[in-house]
C-alpha cells in the first residue's frame, strides 16, 4: 500500500541552527503534500500546503520565511525550519493523499530546540 | 467555536466495550475523516466519508450529511485501541487539506 516516509523521527538542535524535514511518498506521486505541526495534548495545525513545481501556500500565521518548503518532485517535499528557536520545539508532521482518497502521514519529527 | 468539534474529550473504559466518538462540524464539506494517532505520534487514516457508513474490522464510522455529525464505534474494544482519535474535514472536493477536531483521547483498560 501506499506510504509515506518521513525523516528524521526525532532531531535535537541549537538555537540559530536550521533543521530540514524530508517527507517522501514511497510507490505514488504526490502533487500536493501538507505539513502540521502539533504541540503536546494540542490538535494538529496546518501549516502549509506543498505543491510540487510551484509556492507552497502557507496558513495564516505561519511565516514563509521561517518555514521554508520546497516540492522539487512529485515524491519529495522538504520543510526546513530556519534559524531555530526553542519556541519552534513541536512535533511535525506530513501527509500526502493518494489518488484523491485516502490520506497517508509520515511518522512525524519530533524537534527539540536547545 | 470551532468548525470541527469532537466529544468527548477524553475516555476511559473497560476492556471489551462498547465505544462512540462523536464528530461535529458547522461548514459544508466534501468528506471526512477519523484518524488515529498513537503515543508515539504516528497517524493512521481509517476512514474517508462522505455519506453512510463503512465498516472496517471493528470500526465503524457513520456520516450524517444533513445534521453535519459524525460517529466512530468500537466494537469489542481492547487495550491495543488506547490513542487519540482525530476527525477531520475537508471542504474543498479534490483538495486534502483538513480542518482537524480537537481529537479524542480514548483509555482502554484490561
Known amino acids: 500500500g501506499a506510504v509515506v516516509s518521513q525523516h528524521p523521527s526525532r532531531v535535537i538542535c541549537k538555537s540559530g541552527t536550521s533543521v530540514k524535514i524530508e517527507c517522501r511518498s514511497l510507490d505514488f506521486q504526490a502533487t500536493t503534500m501538507f505539513w502540521y505541526r502539533q504541540f503536546p495534548k494540542q490538535s494538529l495545525m496546518l501549516m502549509a500546503t506543498s505543491n510540487e513545481g510551484s509556492k507552497a501556500t502557507y496558513e495564516q500565521g505561519v511565516e514563509k520565511d521561517k518555514f521554508l518548503i520546497n516540492h522539487a518532485s512529485l515524491t519529495l517535499s522538504t520543510l526546513t525550519v530556519t534559524s531555530a528557536h526553542p519556541e519552534d520545539s513541536s512535533f511535525y508532521i506530513c501527509s500526502a493523499a493518494y489518488r484523491g482518497e485516502k490520506l497517508f502521514f509520515g511518522s512525524g519529527t519530533q524537534l527539540s530546540v536547545l | 467555536k470551532n468548525e470541527v468539534e469532537q466529544s468527548p474529550q477524553n475516555l476511559t473504559a473497560q476492556e471489551g466495550e462498547f465505544i462512540t466518538i462523536n464528530c461535529s462540524y458547522s461548514?459544508?464539506?466534501?468528506?471526512l475523516h477519523w484518524l488515529q494517532q498513537h503515543p508515539g505520534g504516528g497517524i493512521v487514516s481509517l476512514f474517508m466519508?462522505?455519506?453512510g457508513k463503512k465498516k472496517h474490522g471493528r470500526l465503524i464510522a457513520t456520516i450524517n450529511i444533513q445534521e453535519k455529525h459524525s460517529s466512530l464505534h468500537i466494537t469489542a474494544s481492547h487495550p491495543r485501541d488506547s490513542a487519540v482519535y482525530i476527525c477531520?474535514?475537508?471542504?474543498?472536493?479534490?483538495?486534502?487539506?483538513?480542518?482537524f477536531g480537537t481529537g479524542t483521547r480514548l483509555t482502554i483498560i484490561p
Open positions: 477531520a474535514a475537508t471542504q474543498t472536493f479534490g483538495n486534502e487539506k483538513l480542518t
Open positions: 466519508l462522505s455519506s
Open positions: 461548514v459544508g464539506i466534501s468528506a
